[in-house]
């Protein structure tokens, strides 16, 4: 599955690299010249994306040979080599850049998602990614949030329902909302943001599985926790229904506004999913080096 969403990226990447050859590569080395390099972590973080860049690696040359010495999802220092490639020198420098751009993104987004989920461990939530990705790159995207201990929200609009303030006004209301839902509702989970105590009341429904509490403080988010709860209490949730490990039905998830300053409160909440658009849409890349250690 991996190969067969990463293999057309890794091929339009390469032509917008590549274009009509490498002119460099091809002016500055005899043929035949064969290499071995190391590709080196540069900072603490946390790797994924390996077998992409092996895969780039395969495109450009099916000569060259990629040896990973760590996997997906292992924390890196400083230093370390995660992978070495064998081959001919040239098609070893021509496919370096878009190998070292996809993995440095995916290491990036792997390594920020293990910061949150450390500082919320020792609680019960989990951390969710979010549909703000880079286009196009998006299974890559959540790939990687998962190597670094994160789970996927939904991965498109198809696969979750989720009424969010919009589609509120636009259908008339919340309850109108979720009337029309159910009357074509498919085998998909339910989710509804709600902005107040009154609306979290109003979507309080048997129908509904998850409550979206955004862009709230921490002491808003407590008083939802506590009236999902109540509303538990005396509604018994069908079991049937309930994901695995859930401890109340409809689950609370927050989000907005979420940093590694503020999520360790929001965790301490009682919510069961914290979700980060930033994740995605704000991690750093992962310094990566590739470096030739021989020559021959």
Excluded at 163 to 190: E, M, S, Y
Excluded at 216 to 244: F, N, S, T
Excluded at 271 to 288: C, E, K, Q, R, Y
Aim: aromatic letters at 4%; one cysteine or more.
């Amino acid at each position: 599955m991996l190969e067969q969403i990463a293999l057309p990226l890794i091929k339009w990447a390469l032509s917008e690299d590549v274009g009509q050859g490498d002119i460099t590569t091809l002016n500055t080395l005899k043929s035949g010249v064969g290499a071995r390099a190391s590709i080196v972590v540069k900072e603490r973080g946390v790797i994924a994306g390996l077998e992409i860049a092996k895969l780039t690696f395969r495109e450009v040359d099916p000569a060259l040979r990629v040896e990973l010495l760590v996997s997906d999802g292992s924390a890196v220092e400083p230093g370390i080599a995660v992978a070495r490639v064998l081959g001919p020198a040239g098609g070893l420098l021509t496919g370096e850049r878009t190998a070292l751009n996809f993995l440095q993104r995916l290491s990036g987004i792997a390594s920020l998602t293990r910061r949150f989920v450390d500082a919320v461990r020792g609680t019960r939530v989990i951390i969710l990614d979010t549909r703000k990705t880079t286009p196009g790159m998006r299974y890559l995207e959540k790939y990687a949030v998962k190597m670094g201990g994160g789970e996927n929200h939904r991965f498109a609009l198809w696969d979750m329902y989720l009424v969010k303030d919009n589609h509120i006004r636009a259908a008339g209301g919340l309850t109108a909302a979720i009337d029309r839902i159910q009357r074509t509702r498919q085998d998909v989970p339910l989710e509804v943001e709600v902005e107040s105590l009154t609306q979290l009341r109003e979507a309080l429904r048997p129908e509904v599985d998850r409550i979206l509490v955004d862009n709230r403080p921490v002491e808003e988010v407590l008083h939802a926790v506590a009236e999902v709860d109540r509303w538990c209490a005396e509604h018994r949730p069908d079991p049937r229904l309930m994901r695995k490990g859930a401890v109340r039905r409809p689950e609370v998830e927050v989000s907005g506004g979420i940093t590694l300053d503020n999520v360790r409160g929001y965790a301490e909440t009682g919510a069961d999913f914290i979700s980060v658009g930033a994740l995605t849409h704000s991690a750093p890349a992962l310094n990566l080096s590739l470096e030739i250690e021989d020559v021959g």
